[in-house]
């Protein structure tokens, strides 16, 4: 399984962001999630979706402003990102299938996309 995450950028805070990850080789089984990590920081639980059914589950402080959603094909994960603010500012990366979707157990990773909130 390879992920390739794309997206990120420059905005300023309030504005509003998409993040994909695009999954190829093997098919995944579990479901794919968004983690976060900034300098000097641990890597933070973003977002989860379960391939199954949907089932998403949010990190409470994104909760209400980013929404996780993946397209039919189950190829693309996105993640959504409004009224940024600049505490949100890390490297993203997706990863995907793991049992326990929102740590950082993930079997395979992407390399990060860089988000960065101006004030």
């Known amino acids: 399984v390879q992920l390739q995450a794309s997206g990120g950028g420059l905005v300023q805070a309030g504005g509003s962001l998409r993040l994909s990850c695009t999954v190829s080789?093997?098919?995944?089984?579990?479901?794919a999630g968004w983690f976060r990590q900034a300098p000097g920081k641990d890597r933070e639980f973003v977002s989860s979706i379960s391939w199954s059914d949907g089932d998403s589950r949010y990190g409470d402080s994104v909760k209400g402003r980013f929404t996780i959603y993946r397209d039919n094909a189950k190829t693309t994960v996105y993640l959504q990102m409004n009224s940024l603010k600049p505490e949100d500012m890390a490297l993203h990366y997706c990863g995907a299938d793991s049992q326990l979707p929102s740590e950082p157990t993930y079997d395979y990773w992407g390399r990060g996309t860089l988000v960065t909130v101006s004030s």
């Open positions: 080789g093997c098919p995944i089984r579990y479901g």
